[in-house]
Every structure is written in C-alpha cells, then in structure tokens.
C-alpha cells in the first residue's frame, strides 16, 4: 500500500504533441501530464527530479511517438479508486489502431449501466498515452473530451492509424 511518503521522482519528455510530465514511484510509472488541455500539473513540492528513474518510461514512449512500440511493458502505478483502476486497466487491452466507444468500455468491465461513470473514470486517468484512454469515442464516432485535448487525441489516433496502415508520411491511403 503506497502512502503519502512515498518518495515520487520526475522528469520531462519532449514529444510532438508538447512537453509530457512524467512521475514514478518505487512501483512504477505514476502519472503523466500534458503541457496543454484541462490535465496539466506541476511536481508536487515533495517530487524528486531525477532524470535516470524515469528512464523505462521515456524509451518506450519514445519508441511509441517514433512508430516502433504499439504495446507498452512497463510497472504501473496508477493511484485511484478499485473502479477507476479496473477502467484503467481495461483501457490497456483496447488494440492499438482501434477505438471503441465508452459504453463498449462499460460492457467489457461488465458493468453496461456505468457508461458515465466509466466516462468520469476514463477522465481521470493519470497515465494517457501508456493506458490509451484517448481510443475511447463516443457511441456516434465522434472524438469527446480528453485531458490533453481533443487535437492531441486527433494525433494520437492519426499516428496509430499512420502506423497500421503502413502510411508513415502522412500521404493518405495508396
């Protein structure tokens, strides 16, 4: 059980939607936070900065913006409620390329009644990107609100959608 002593360490990630904050504790990556959108955060006065222990986190999510990781292998440490950390973890088995909407989200933690509160779940997850809460659509297709806002969640899924379908220079379908 982690608690408010926990020592957490930080760093940033230079990407192409902008300037990630990143946060991790002994168990693993915590949090990350977008520079634009309604989810921005400074470190918390007790944050550590230290480069090196957030090393795990930025390879992958190097590779990730770079088109060579779809799946991410690293130790999570989400901090929510049982609910919010059973919608988070489910985010992480939605393919990568694909979106679903979140009532399909509600179904697959069975519970097809808490689509709005699997929506408020999906609002406060503090790893986007690592756990994809942005290949969660409405029911209608259309892109609804994410923390980083909704042109960076048009990047990220126009990069999936680039990567799967092998057009790597943005130059439309051939």
Known sequence: MSTAHDTVWYDYLSTPIGK??????????????????????????????????????????????????????????????????????????????TTISYAELARRIGQPLAVRAVGAANGRNPLPIVLPCHRVIGSDGSLTGFGGGLPTKRFLLGLEDRIVHGDLFGQGAT
Do not use: C, M, N
């Open 20 to 97: 990630l904050l990143l946060a991790a504790d002994t168990q693993g990556l915590r949090e990350v936070w977008f520079e634009t959108g309604r989810h921005q955060r400074e470190p918390a006065s007790t944050w550590q900065r230290q480069a090196t222990r957030l090393d795990f986190a930025r390879k992958q999510l190097d590779e990730y913006f770079a088109g060579e990781r779809q799946d991410f292998d690293l130790p999570l440490h989400p901090l929510g409620t049982p609910f919010q950390v059973q919608v988070w973890h489910t985010l992480a088995r939605i393919p990568y390329g």
